[in-house]
């Protein structure tokens, strides 16, 4: 949910600080335009996972582009770690997915590509299997949650409708970080604002 995933967004350290905006109009802004790309995310990989591709930084390098992956790869295992019991049947079950994310997103993967030392075609071989990787692990959970469903054991909260119009939120309406509190009572406060 947005609400477990957020503020580590806004604090990548600690996941505590909140972000301060100038005005709700800002706060409303930001807060959609995470939400309408988290969603057009989940909407490619269910409808036509083929089409993903993970958003990556470039070096130039003079003409041949470096893909930087590591601050993807980070930001990736921060939402593992976050739900670190329900990502090892992908991690522990599936180690072969996930080298490359742990690579290049974990101090000890960094401590692994040092001692690769790794040439800029294998650094691109790697990059271009990312997108693999997702379409996979999104596979993979796409059909545990079937299986859920098919077995009646699906949590509740995997159950809710995603925020599918975030661009306006009303200061009484539900904020969409997904803390269940009025956005007035939540990311639009005047202690959030401020």
């Not at 995997?158 to 661009?167: A, G, L, M, S």
Request: charged share 25%; hydrophobic share 35%.
């Amino acid at each position: 949910m947005p609400s477990e995933w957020l503020r580590w967004v806004w604090d990548m350290e600690s996941g505590k600080d909140a972000p301060v905006f100038k005005d709700q109009a800002q706060a409303q802004r930001i807060l959609g335009l995470l939400m309408r790309h988290m969603n057009d995310i989940a909407e490619t990989l269910h409808q036509a996972p083929e089409h993903y591709e993970p958003l990556l930084m470039e070096n130039p390098n003079n003409g041949d582009l470096i893909p930087i992956i590591d601050e993807w790869c980070s930001g990736f295992m921060k939402g593992v770690q976050l739900d670190s019991d329900g990502w090892l049947p992908v991690v522990v079950g599936k180690p072969d997915w996930m080298s490359t994310i742990t690579l290049y997103g974990t101090e000890d993967g960094w401590d692994a590509l040092e001692k690769k030392n790794l040439s800029l075609d294998e650094h691109k071989v790697l990059t271009a299997g990312l997108a693999e990787t997702v379409q996979r692990i999104h596979a993979f959970w796409l059909e545990q949650r079937r299986e859920q469903i098919a077995g009646g054991t699906l949590p509740d909260v995997v159950r809710r409708e995603p925020i599918r119009n975030p661009t306006k939120v009303g200061r009484n309406e539900p904020c969409p970080c997904g803390s269940g509190k009025k956005f007035k009572q939540c990311h639009g406060s005047a202690g959030r604002l401020h």
